[in-house]
């Protein structure tokens, strides 16, 4: 499932930018939900919910109280790298958005086939999506989808592969959650963080992985866990 969030406060701009996404996501026989804003107060409001996710923002620059390039700078302040696609009336905030690596810009009136390229570089980059994590010592590098959990051992950050291979760095696990998407990983423990994708069974003290592997969860954790498993399961 791929989130798109659509944020533009003139209404007949939004939809019709909503129908024309629809149209080409339908197009590229990929599964999408929709979620419309009509100003980044609300996209802020619904990314501070439980469990919600965005996998692509197209953001209005010009834009209620606070611009969608200060909204864009206030996610990246946050570690939110939320992919950002711009639509705007002038090109003159370009180099301003490249610092918050804008995946492009479309101009108003938006036409059909640049929307379609713009979707389909976006997608083929959350496809694609590898995480970095560095440290002063060395760096790791991991697709998302290949991930079954994360735990902290010995101080240091242990990445589970679904190959059986586990990749060491010094990093925390609060700096981590910041970058993975919330609707995929969820804290089960102290120290542990699982890929809900990987989840085959779960028991009041317990997980069982899909590769049969088990890992703990806590009574703090445990209803977090089952309601973000029902939400990824009614996806």
């Not at 086939?113 to 959350?126: C, D």
């Not at 994590?133 to 240091?156: A, C, Q």
Request: glycine share 4%; charged share 20%.
């Amino acid at each position: 499932m791929y989130y798109i969030g659509i944020c533009d406060d003139e209404k007949v701009f939004l939809d019709n930018i909503v129908e024309m996404t629809k149209d080409i996501l339908s197009e590229m026989k990929i599964e999408y939900k929709i979620f419309t804003f009509l100003n980044t107060e609300n996209i802020e409001e619904y990314l501070n919910t439980s469990g919600a996710s965005l996998d692509l923002l197209l953001l209005d620059i010009l834009i209620g109280k606070q611009s969608g390039l200060a909204f864009a700078h206030k996610l990246r302040a946050e570690g939110n790298q939320l992919p950002v696609i711009f639509i705007t009336n002038t090109r003159d905030y370009a180099p301003e958005g490249y610092k918050v690596d804008a995946l492009g810009y479309l101009l108003k009136p938006v036409p059909k086939a640049e929307l379609k390229e713009a979707l389909l570089r976006a997608y083929h980059r959350h496809q694609n999506q590898t995480i970095v994590l560095r440290s002063p010592s060395h760096s790791v590098s991991f697709g998302i989808n290949d991930v079954l959990y994360f735990d902290i051992h010995n101080k240091e950050l242990e990445i589970h592969i679904a190959d059986g291979s586990i990749l060491h760095i010094s990093a925390s696990l609060n700096s981590l959650l910041s970058k993975l998407p919330k609707h995929q990983f969820v804290r089960c423990y102290r120290s542990y963080i699982v890929s809900l994708p990987a989840i085959s069974l779960i028991w009041r003290y317990g997980i069982e992985l899909k590769n049969h592997e088990t890992i703990p969860v806590s009574r703090t954790y445990y209803s977090a866990v089952q309601n973000a498993l029902l939400d990824w399961a009614s996806l």
